[in-house]
T-cell receptor, first 110, second 112 residues
Framework: KNEVEQSPQNLTAQEGEFITINCSYSVGISALHWLQQHPGGGIVSLFMLSSGKKKHGRLIATINIQEKHSSLHITASHPRDSAVYICAVGGGGSNYKLTFGKGTLLTVNP | SQTIHQWPATLVQPVGSPLSLECTVEGTSNPNLYWYRQAAGRGLQLLFYSVGIGQISSEVPQNLSASRPQDRQFILSSKKLLLSDSGFYLC???????????FGSGTRLTVV
């Protein structure tokens, strides 16, 4: 069974700061997902990574398959980025089940 | 376009009452379907998944059951709710052998 660890658990930043959230996992995977959960609970998929790096707007996600580690970066953070960010990994196969980290609560103050 | 509908958004039920949460997917066929639960202070946990009509796999022993009566319909049920069933329930789908995931908006269930 894959163990997914995220750090930090809680993160408070000032608007404009560069944010990094880390995720490590214990077993090799087919893909890693970064998700965003707002206070209402709905989850939005931000990135899906199998290797390398992806960028979308102010968000950047990287993955190091050998080290079993991924990072989510937010440049020029804004209060609307405040949310829980969740890392999830999938082992592949026809059913493709995900194992989730506990999430990182990010609060960006104006 | 592909969408996923989950309802209701919020539910308060007494202990011992039945439960039925429904999830439907549009714009795709033969998806993998999943029910996840997020208990307070914990990460999302897979409850059930289905790779086809009538095919249900359970990940954890529990008071709940799932059914897939149609290709794009996934139902989570309980005959008698327990206090410990409270939580946030998410439906999701993925395309077989591909890794993209789409989540529903979730149902917040409070058992009182």
């Amino acid at each position: 069974k894959n163990e997914v660890e995220q750090s930090p658990q809680n993160l408070t930043a000032q608007e404009g700061e560069f944010i990094t959230i880390n995720c490590s996992y214990s077993v090799g995977i087919s893909a890693l997902h970064w998700l965003q959960q707002h206070p209402g609970g709905g989850i939005v998929s931000l990135f899906m990574l199998s290797s390398g790096k992806k960028k979308h707007g102010r968000l950047i996600a990287t993955i190091n398959i050998q080290e079993k580690h991924s990072s989510l970066h937010i440049t020029a953070s804004h209060p609307r980025d405040s949310a829980v960010y969740i890392c999830a990994v999938g082992g592949g196969g026809s059913n493709y089940k995900l194992t989730f980290g506990k999430g990182t609560l990010l609060t960006v103050n104006p | 376009s592909q969408t996923i509908h989950q309802w209701p958004a919020t539910l308060v039920q007494p202990v011992g009452s039945p439960l039925s949460l429904e999830c439907t997917v549009e714009g795709t066929s033969n998806p993998n379907l999943y029910w996840y639960r997020q208990a307070a202070g914990r990460g999302l946990q897979l409850l059930f998944y289905s790779v086809g009509i009538g095919q249900i796999s359970s990940e954890v022993p529990q008071n709940l059951s799932a059914s897939r009566p149609q290709d794009r319909q996934f139902i989570l049920s309980s005959k008698k709710l327990l206090l410990s069933d409270s939580g946030f329930y998410l439906c999701a789908w993925s395309v077989r052998l591909m890794y993209g995931y789409t989540f529903g908006s979730g149902t917040r269930l409070t058992v009182v």
